[in-house]
């Protein structure tokens, strides 16, 4: 006597938990790519028409306190200001893994063009590509 199952193994997969998953992980990126502001300091950058698409991995930011009359430095917007005579060793630590060492300089509108070709020569003597940030006009 042969018994007949009626039941067969069902061979679907439901895409329903997959899809929840990768929506959940899109939300997690969109909110993280936002709180990453690589120039975190309040910067008023000169208008340029010009725009330069490589990307630099180091930022240094100069801040001028005009109410001080002085300038402030920092390296990948970091709020603490590091003495222009630390700049270079830090460039170089950071830089030194890179192939194509660049790093870009973010300067107020109000900083002397002095104070930006300090680190352009910072950046002369190590044989590193600058880019100068501006905003777009």
């Known amino acids: 006597m042969a018994i007949k199952r009626t039941t067969k193994v069902d061979s679907a997969f439901s895409m329903s938990s997959m899809t929840d998953i990768v929506f959940l992980l899109l939300i997690f990126f969109l909110v993280t790519s936002t709180l990453i502001n690589p120039n975190a300091l309040k910067l008023l950058l000169p208008k340029s028409t010009g725009q330069v698409s490589a990307?630099?991995?180091?930022?240094?930011?100069?801040?001028?306190?005009?109410?001080?009359?002085?300038?402030?430095?920092?390296?990948?917007?970091?709020?603490?200001?590091?003495?222009?005579?630390?700049?270079?060793?830090?460039?170089?630590?950071?830089?030194?893994?890179?192939?194509?060492?660049?790093?870009?300089?973010?300067?107020?509108?109000?900083?002397?063009?002095r104070e930006v070709v300090k680190v352009m020569n910072i950046a002369k003597r190590n044989h590193y590509k600058v880019i100068m940030a501006t905003s777009p006009e």
């Open 55 to 113: 990307k630099a991995t180091v930022s240094v930011s100069i801040k001028h306190w005009q109410d001080k009359d002085n300038f402030t430095f920092h390296i990948n917007g970091e709020e603490k200001p590091l003495r222009f005579d630390r700049i270079e060793d830090e460039l170089i630590e950071l830089l030194q893994t890179e192939d194509d060492p660049t790093f870009s300089i973010y300067a107020d509108e109000t900083v002397p063009i």
